[in-house]
Structures are given as structure tokens and as C-alpha cells.
């Protein structure tokens, strides 16, 4: 889920009603959460996490579903065969989730996600365009919103960020961080593909 989609719920359990049934999106994205409700998250170098996306994507059902329709209809995904640095230098490439701007940190901090399957976001609204069309926005509610959050963490540093937590909780024992998809084997982008990545 992204900001947005805390919003509706928070205000919504404060006035007691049901976040599909309210009408005003727009005014609920004006909503000022950061006195009631604790959001905790964490953040990842956005490079390591484009190329974490690009070999986690190959593993979901729903990629294969595509891949199987993209070669029934003569169009194959050839990134599920590639390596990373293969498919940044893929110039007929199709698939670019990986790499969207906002992908996996401004698009949920902002909270203007389009509305989709998987993931539970607010329904559209002038703000959502608003914010999608003008990047520097964005990215400045993205970091106000960071600083409103209860604690977060980065992958990275994932020892500290777990100290902070406890320091920030007053917890009596150091929480741990489950990393389901740990040392998965992955080929390690050459430092032109990072450069790719980050351009």
C-alpha cells in the first residue's frame, strides 16, 4: 500500500466510516496523518534495488503468465533470460518496471499510485496527477513525509536500523528482520550497467 491509502484508512477510522463509501479522495490526500497513526518502512539503495526487482519479477506467477501470452502473440520477453547487464543493454527491451522512477520509495511516500491489482492505494484524484506530472513535488512531500514517519530503517544497515528501532519502541529485546530473499544468487551488475541504472 502506499501513503495515500493509510491516509483514507486513518481518517477514516477516526470518523468511523468506510474508506470505499467516502467521496472526497482530494480532500483525504490533504489529510495530515503523522498525529495518529505510526508508519515505519524502510529504505534500500535505489540501484541494488532495481537490479533485486529485476531477478525477483522472474519468480511471479504473473510474469510467466505474460511471458506465455507475449510469445503466443510473437512478441517474447527475452529479459527473463538475461542477465542484468544484458538487459541494460537491451535497447529493444519492453519490460521496465525495475527501473521506474519512484518505483519502490517516492511513489509510496507520495502516495499518487495508480490504481491496480496488487496494491492498495487511494482511488484517483487531482492530486495524485498533480503530483505524478510535477517530480520536484513529489520528491519534496516524498521527504516530508519520510520525516513524519515513526522510525525507518535501510537495508543496508540493517543492524543499526534495528538498534533504532528498539531505541525509538523502548523495546526490551533487539528486533529482528526477516530477509526471506536472502543470499538468492543473482549476477552481479558490472559498474557501467549501476551507471545505467542510476542515469
Given amino acids: 500500500f502506499d501513503w495515500s491509502f493509510i491516509q483514507v484508512n486513518s481518517f477514516c477510522r477516526q470518523k468511523g466510516c468506510c474508506p470505499r463509501c467516502y467521496p472526497n479522495t482530494t480532500q483525504l490526500l490533504e489529510d495530515d496523518i503523522s498525529q495518529r497513526t505510526d508508519v515505519a518502512t524502510f529504505l534500500r539503495n535505489p540501484i541494488d534495488r532495481a537490479v533485486s526487482q529485476f531477478y525477483y519479477s522472474k519468480k511471479l506467477s504473473n510474469t510467466w503468465k505474460g511471458v506465455i501470452q507475449h510469445e503466443r502473440d510473437g512478441h517474447p520477453d527475452l529479459w527473463t533470460t538475461q542477465t542484468i547487464d544484458e538487459y541494460m543493454n537491451d535497447k529493444n527491451k519492453t519490460f521496465f518496471q525495475p527501473l521506474e522512477d519512484g518505483e519502490a520509495g517516492v511513489k509510496y511516500l507520495a502516495g499518487y499510485w ?65 530477509q526471506a530473499n536472502k543470499n538468492q544468487k ?4 558490472s559498474n557501467h550497467t549501476r551507471e545505467l541504472i542510476s542515469s
Fill in 114 to 178: 495508480e490504481k491496480s491489482s496488487w496494491l492498495y492505494t487511494s482511488d484517483e484524484a487531482e492530486k495524485k496527477d498533480y503530483l505524478r506530472r510535477n517530480k520536484t513535488a513529489a520528491i519534496l512531500l516524498a521527504a516530508e513525509r519520510l520525516e513524519q514517519t515513526t522510525w525507518f530503517g535501510l537495508l543496508e544497515e540493517i543492524d543499526r536500523s534495528m538498534r533504532l528501532l528498539q531505541h525509538t519502541l523502548g523495546l526490551d529485546t533487539l528486533p529482528k528482520m526477516p
Fill in 186 to 189: 543473482k549476477d552481479v551488475p
